[in-house]
């Protein structure tokens, strides 16, 4: 694992841009993964901004997101396709039809699983992931034990993820119960994974991440085993890692 330390939110955000500036210059047709959450809103404020300077285009970018909850359809302000909208694709010049996201609404949902996996497949695969990291270890929505060979699939929800993302919503009622993510092992396909932590809060899991057992407790370990992962991390993020505290 490459590990960058930065001091704080707004440093972590930079580093992140500044790796996928770099990326996306010299990978004209790149296919990137992303991720929702609070953890890359300042990283999609930069690009957004590097775009709008002309430095950088998404005209021959694709992109794939980890995941979505089910039963919110896209004009949902909760919904992952809703919040990628606002924070990223409507402020960039990438065409619609190279955006994905899983449908939550779909009817079949098994169906809606395969034909996802078969749209990154015939991309070519993910040529660099962001991840933020979950309280509980998780990356996308690949809950503790989740089996590390699953590719996109239907998860139930944990209830401290439901509680973490309450603050989204009116009520805990109102956070959806299923989601459909890729998979760990659709993740590990990616050839390049940027994973982003930042807060104290963080600290004690990232530190199982980085420096525990791989195991599928903690669902980010397994990216211990991948060739190519940077983590960007804060001080306060890093506060509970040997060697980096
Ligand atoms: O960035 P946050 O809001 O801390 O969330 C961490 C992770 O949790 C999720 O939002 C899902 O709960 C992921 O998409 C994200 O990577």
């Known amino acids: 694992m490459n590990i960058i330390k930065v001091k704080d939110y707004p440093a972590m955000s930079e580093k992140a841009c500044e790796i996928i500036t ?12 992303l991720a929702t959450g609070s953890t890359p809103e300042g990283l999609y404020e930069k690009l957004v901004h590097k775009n709008k300077q002309g430095e950088i285009t998404f005209q ?12 919110l359809d896209k004009n949902n ?7 990628m909208n606002e924070h990223l694709f409507k402020h960039i010049d990438i065409p619609e039809k190279q955006i994905h996201l899983p449908n939550g609404m779909a009817k079949n949902k098994q169906q809606e699983c395969d034909n996802y996996e078969q749209l990154i497949k015939q991309a070519g695969n993910i040529d660099l992931q962001i991840l933020g990291l979950g309280l509980n270890g998780h990356i996308g ?6 089996p590390f060979d699953q590719r996109t699939h239907i998860i139930e929800l944990d209830e401290s993820t439901r509680q973490a993302n309450a603050r989204f919503f009116n ?6 119960t299923e989601a459909i993510t890729m998979g760990i092992a659709t ?9 982003l932590v930042s807060g104290e809060k963080k600290a004690e899991t990232l530190a199982k991440v980085i ?10 370990s397994i990216l211990q085993k991948h060739a190519d992962i940077t983590v960007i991390a804060d001080e306060a993020a890093l506060s509970k890692t040997k060697g980096y505290n």
Request: glycine share 6%.
């Open 211 to 220: 420096q525990g057992e791989v195991t599928e407790d903690v669902p980010a």
């Open 77 to 83: 302000p909760n919904s992952y396709y809703y919040f």
């Open 141 to 146: 929505f690949n809950e503790p034990k989740t």
């Open 187 to 195: 993740i590990m396909g990616s050839k390049k994974i940027v994973l």
């Open 22 to 33: 770099k990326h996306m210059k010299s990978n004209k047709r790149s296919v990137l993964g």
């Open 171 to 176: 009520s805990i009622d109102d956070v959806p």
């Open 60 to 71: 021959y970018t694709s992109t794939f997101n980890l995941d979505e909850y089910i039963g």
